[in-house]
């Protein structure tokens, strides 16, 4: 049977996680006090509900005991992420992980029953939702609001050329940082390496620059 998560608080990294496992084919219900942010995600997960999380009673018509794995990606409040936390741990959830945004932080959540502590800065949302879901290609990566780290299968029109040919630094404001091919990773390859079709790109950059270069490439599929 399919794993069943709920994913609390859908700022940019509980939405990440969560549109992100959907893809993967896992029930995905994602919650928020704002009903904008809701609306945004209703798409792209199995279901979304407003609802404070800070509340214990909303948080049990949520029915959060049913759910396999609960993601607390709220972490800008302390309390709301530490009630949600300890109400997951009394209604006996497989596994619960936590955003926290300090080491203090993180050594609260741990003690009242957080079994995983996510730093955004060091283990971003799609990284999260592949350990879960089993996936095997981490296609963005998000270190920061300002960085990205993006993984891509060779396009068409980059086949075939050089890194020196395309400039990637000019033409898309990104750096090329490794490359695998028939499962090795190859680090820092020199510009005179040429891509062929089923490699797979790891580039490094702005967020904003590494989101046009992924629409970029979507158009090719």
């Not at 999380?53 to 309390?79: H, Q, R």
């Not at 029109?157 to 395309?166: P, S, V, Y």
Request: with cysteine; net charge negative.
């Amino acid at each position: 049977m399919d794993k069943s998560v709920i994913v609390l608080g859908i700022g940019r990294f509980g939405e990440r996680v969560a549109t992100k496992l959907y893809e993967d084919g896992l029930e995905v219900m994602a919650v928020d006090k704002n009903y904008d942010l809701v609306q945004n995600i209703s798409d792209k997960v199995t279901s979304a509900v407003q609802c404070d999380i800070a509340n214990d009673k909303a948080l049990e018509e949520l029915g959060m005991g049913n759910f396999d794995v609960v993601v607390v990606a709220t972490g800008e409040s302390l309390e709301a992420s530490m009630v949600a936390t300890l109400f997951a741990k009394d209604h006996n959830v497989g596994k619960i992980i936590a955003k926290a945004t300090s080491k203090d932080h993180a050594r609260i959540l741990t003690k009242i029953g957080a079994d995983q502590i996510i730093f955004p800065e060091i283990d971003m949302g799609e990284k999260l939702a592949r350990s879960i879901a089993g996936s095997n290609l981490l296609q963005f990566f998000h270190f920061s609001d300002d960085y990205s780290m993006l993984e891509l299968k060779a396009f068409n029109d980059i086949i075939g050329k050089t890194l020196a040919e395309i400039d990637f630094r000019k033409k898309y404001k990104m750096m090329v940082i490794a490359y695998k091919r028939d499962g090795e990773l190859v680090i820092n390859p020199e510009a005179n390496w040429k891509i062929e079709k089923d490699d797979t790109l790891v580039l490094l950059g702005d967020s904003e620059h590494a989101e046009k270069l992924q629409k970029e490439v979507d158009r090719y599929k």
